[in-house]
């Protein structure tokens, strides 16, 4: 291998610190989306039942009244 001017081997380490970083930021991204549509579909599973709950008690209301 010809020996090659110093700077160029900084340009390659740059090149896999870069490639490194592109990795590591996208395992971290993908983690905090993940967090993120599992809090949502948490949400959405609570709002499922409050609407059945309340739902069922206007059905109980309703036979209540007709009664």
Known sequence: ???LP??????IVGIVV?????????KKEQEIDDDYIEREGELYV???HE???RRAQQK???EANHL
């Open 1 to 3: 291998m010809a020996l």
């Open 51 to 53: 609407e059945r709950e």
């Open 18 to 26: 870069s490639g490194f970083m592109v990795l590591y930021t996208e």
């Open 60 to 62: 109980k209301e309703l």
């Open 46 to 48: 609570q709002r499922m």
């Open 6 to 11: 110093w700077w160029v081997y900084l340009v």
